[in-house]
C-alpha cells in the first residue's frame, strides 16, 4: 500500500467524531447524576432529549422545518405531573468551538417554554441547562455534536489537507470564446532564392529550428550559373517547405520561418458578446480539454465580421514552452469584470451536508461543519454572505476527506 494509501486509512482510523450522543451528566444542589452510554440518551413524547434530576423531568427539543427558524421549546413535569410553564424559569447555554456561547432564554407559550433566540447552524455545541422551579434549581451538561471530527495535525497534513483563512477575494467574470492559434504575421518570413535557377541542395527540413543566417538551401542561377546560399532571416521554425533538389526556383516561397516563441490567439466573438468586450481585458488561453497554456490581454478587435457574423480578437501570448502549436483549436477565458468581495471561501473547498453548501472549520485538530449563504462566483473563489466568520481557518484543499469521515462516522442531526 502507498505512503498516501497509509495516511487515508489512519485518517479514517483515528478520528473521532460525536453527535449529539455524549453522555449527559446531570447536575443539581443535591449531588451528580450521569449517563455512561449514548444508548442511555431518554427521548421524550416531543422527540426532546429528557433530563431528569430527583423528581423534576424536562424534555428539551430543538424545532425546526417548514422554513421557519430553528429554536428550543421544553416542557417540565414534577412527581409526574406537568407544571405550568409560566412557574418555570429555564437558561440554556451552548458553548461553540471558536468560544462563541449563546445564551438561550425562555417564555411561555401554550403549554411550552419557547426559547426566545434563534438557534444557529451549526447544532453542535456543548450545553449547559439550567431549570428553577420552586425555589430549587437543577442543572445539565451534555454534548451535542454534528458535523464534527477530530483528526490529529500529521495525519492530516500527511493525507494533504490544507486549510486557509477566510478573506477578502476578487472575483472574475469571465465570457468563454473558442478560437484557434496562428503564428504572429511579423514573426513569420517567406524565403524565396534571389535568382531564379536549380536547386542543388537542401539544408533545412520541415519543422527545423533555425538560427538567422543559416543555410536553408543553394541554388545555382539559370542565367549566370553563380551558386548562391538561401538563409534563414530570422530565427525560428520551418513550417512549410516546398524545396526539393532539381526544383526550378522562382519568385515563390521555397521556405517559410516563424518565430513561435510568441504566437496569436485568434478568437471569435459574436455581436452579442461585443458589449462586454474590450483591448486590454486579461485572457487566460486552455486547450479544449482544459489544460491551462497561457495568459495573454486582448490586443485588437477586428472591425470587420467574418462569413458568420463573427469577429475576431488577437490575444498575442508567450509560447516559449512550445505549448501552442499553429492551427489549434482553443478556448480563451476572458476576464469581463471584477468584483471585490469582502468574505470568500476556495470553490474547490466546498462540500455539501444535508441540504447547505458548507465548508469545514478548524480548531486544532478538530474540524466542524460550517453551513454558509453564498453569493457569487468565479472559477477560482465563492463570497460567502454568511455562516463563517473572517480570519476563520478552514479547509481548502482535499475538504472531500473530512466530509467522507464525518458521513463514516454517522453523522446524524440529533438534539
Given amino acids: 500500500m502507498s505512503h498516501h494509501h497509509n495516511a487515508l486509512a489512519c485518517l479514517a482510523l483515528l478520528a473521532v467524531t460525536a453527535f449529539g450522543t455524549a453522555p449527559l451528566h446531570a447536575g443539581g444542589g443535591h449531588g451528580a447524576t450521569s449517563a455512561t452510554s449514548s444508548d442511555e440518551i431518554e427521548t421524550g413524547e416531543h422527540g426532546g ?14 424545532a425546526e422545518g417548514n422554513g421557519l427558524p430553528a429554536e428550543f421549546r421544553a416542557w417540565a413535569w414534577r412527581d409526574g405531573q406537568p407544571l405550568d410553564p409560566a412557574m418555570l424559569d429555564i437558561e440554556v447555554r451552548l458553548q461553540r468551538l471558536g468560544g462563541r456561547i449563546d445564551v438561550i432564554d425562555f417564555e411561555p407559550t401554550g403549554d ?20 428553577r422551579h420552586d425555589g430549587d434549581s437543577f442543572r445539565w451538561s451534555y454534548a451535542s455534536h454534528e458535523g464534527r471530527t477530530r483528526i490529529p495535525e500529521a495525519i492530516a497534513t500527511d ?3 490544507a486549510t486557509e483563512a477566510v478573506g477578502p477575494a476578487t472575483l472574475n467574470q469571465t465570457l468563454t470564446l473558442t478560437g484557434r492559434v496562428r503564428a504572429a504575421p511579423d514573426a513569420v518570413a517567406r524565403v524565396a532564392a534571389r535568382y531564379p535557377g536549380a536547386v542543388t541542395e537542401v539544408h533545412a527540413d520541415l519543422y527545423e529550428r533555425v538560427d538567422e543566417g543559416d543555410a536553408l538551401a543553394t541554388v545555382v542561377a539559370s542565367e549566370s550559373l553563380q551558386t548562391t546560399v538561401v538563409r534563414a532571416p530570422r530565427s525560428g521554425m520551418v513550417i512549410e517547405r516546398s524545396a526539393a533538389i532539381g526544383q526550378q526556383a522562382g519568385s515563390e516561397a521555397l521556405f517559410v520561418v516563424a518565430d513561435l516563441s510568441r504566437v496569436w490567439v485568434e478568437l471569435d466573438a459574436f455581436p452579442r458578446d461585443l458589449a462586454e468586450i474590450r483591448a486590454g481585458q486579461p485572457v487566460s488561453v486552455h486547450g479544449l480539454d482544459g489544460t491551462a497554456l497561457a495568459e495573454g490581454s486582448i490586443s485588437r478587435i477586428s472591425p470587420t465580421s467574418g462569413p458568420r457574423q463573427n469577429v475576431h480578437l488577437v490575444v498575442p501570448v508567450n509560447n516559449a514552452e512550445g505549448a501552442l502549436r499553429p492551427g489549434h483549436f482553443v478556448r480563451g477565458h ?26 469545514y472549520a478548524r480548531f486544532g485538530d478538530t474540524y466542524e461543519v460550517r453551513m454558509l449563504e453564498l453569493g457569487e462566483r468565479d472559477d477560482t473563489w465563492v ?17 472531500f476527506l473530512i466530509r467522507a469521515d464525518i458521513e463514516k462516522s454517522g453523522a446524524s442531526h440529533d438534539h
Fill in 159 to 161: 493525507a494533504g489537507v
Fill in 383 to 399: 463570497e460567502v454572505k454568511a455562516g463563517i466568520a473572517p480570519g476563520t481557518e478552514y479547509v481548502s484543499s482535499n475538504s
Fill in 49 to 62: 432529549r429528557i433530563l431528569r434530576k430527583d423528581d423534576f423531568r424536562l424534555e428539551l427539543a430543538i
Fill in 112 to 131: 411550552f417554554l419557547r426559547g426566545r433566540q434563534t438557534i444557529a447552524e451549526p447544532h453542535s455545541f456543548d450545553v449547559r441547562v439550567e431549570a
Fill in 334 to 359: 476572458i476576464v469581463v469584470a471584477r468584483k471585490e468581495v469582502a468574505r470568500a471561501v476556495r470553490r474547490r473547498a466546498l462540500q455539501r451536508f444535508r441540504d447547505f453548501d458548507v465548508v
